[in-house]
């Protein structure tokens, strides 16, 4: 599978995506600046990663989302190219409008950096393939900016549609119904506020991220 | 030629941080503050002859999400 990861100014997780992409797929991903206008040939994953892009000027991931390669980004979403966002990379997608809702300041206006319980809602994605529908996995966030909030009618929206792909298990943040992480309406573009990069061996104290690679690889095919 | 771009946050849009500079207030002494919310001020030095409607698309394009913010153009 050929993947790339974007890399904006500000980025801090895209060398963790790349190895866990790397250690699940057994290719490195392309490695795309910015400022680039194309994605490589046959690109079949793009992902956004964290990190706090442009210092988190003006509001999160919003300058980010205005970049050149956000519109090649788009373009292959349309296509159906799966396109996971992870923490700033999910708020680059709901900036870009790939993605409904926004991601506000959290709750308690403190910077949370910690193993969270989530409850897996829909199993039946290109990402969450590997998991049981209601199972309960651990994933770490590291965010001051993961307050989900959507208007009531597209919070219904989404739930209706089985678009919320994980819910926190309990409040962390004040996202609107403990939404964790959310799909496009055709599934194949998610954004998430916890890491899954980051539960990839045991050595990180848990594999549950593992499992979202491997479900993707697995869709997208080798 | 100047704007001044003001961004608010919509009604129903919970404000953590104007409630902790509520809490702030509060804290100094102030009674009588019923709620604050905080918003961003965006000053624009423009070239002359800038219209309205490219103002108008600064502001949706990039300074401030329509999900959960308002603005207004103020035109010095």
Not at chain 1, 38 to 49: F, K, Q, V, W
Request: proline residues 4%.
């Amino acid at each position: 599978m050929k993947s790339a990861v974007i890399v904006f100014p500000g980025s801090n997780c895209d060398r963790d995506l790349a190895v866990a992409i790397e250690q699940v797929t057994g290719r490195a991903p392309a490695m795309v600046w910015h400022r680039e206008t194309e994605l490589p040939d046959g690109t079949g994953l793009i992902a956004l990663p964290g990190g706090f892009s442009y210092g988190d000027y003006l509001r999160t991931g919003a300058i980010s989302a205005r970049s050149p390669i956000m519109d090649a980004v788009a373009k292959a979403a349309d296509r159906g190219v799966p396109v996971l966002g992870v923490c700033n990379g999910f708020q680059v997608l709901t900036e870009a409008g790939l993605l409904p809702g926004a991601l506000m300041r959290n709750a308690g206006l403190n910077f949370i950096c910690r193993d969270v319980a989530l409850t897996v809602e829909n199993a039946q994605s290109a990402f969450t393939s590997r998991y049981d529908a209601g199972e309960t996995i651990t994933i770490p966030v590291a965010h001051h900016d993961g307050n989900y909030f959507a208007d009531a009618d597209t919070l219904d929206r989404l739930e209706g549609e089985g678009r919320v792909a994980f819910r926190y298990a309990e409040a962390c943040n004040g996202s609107a119904r403990n939404i964790a992480g959310i799909l496009n309406a055709a599934g194949n573009v998610l954004g998430m506020m916890p890491h899954p990069e980051r539960k990839i061996e045991a050595a990180h104290g848990g594999t549950d991220g593992r499992r979202l690679f491997e479900g993707l690889l697995e869709t997208v095919g080798a | 030629m100047k704007a001044r771009i003001f961004v608010t946050l919509k009604n129903g849009v919970l404000d953590p941080q104007g409630k902790a500079i509520h809490h702030a207030l509060e804290g100094l002494g102030f009674g009588g503050v019923n709620d604050v919310r905080q918003g961003k001020l965006i000053e624009l030095d423009l070239a002359d002859g800038t219209s309205d409607a490219d103002i108008e698309a600064m502001c949706t394009k990039l300074l401030a999400n329509t999900v959960i913010e308002n603005f207004r153009i103020e035109r010095a």
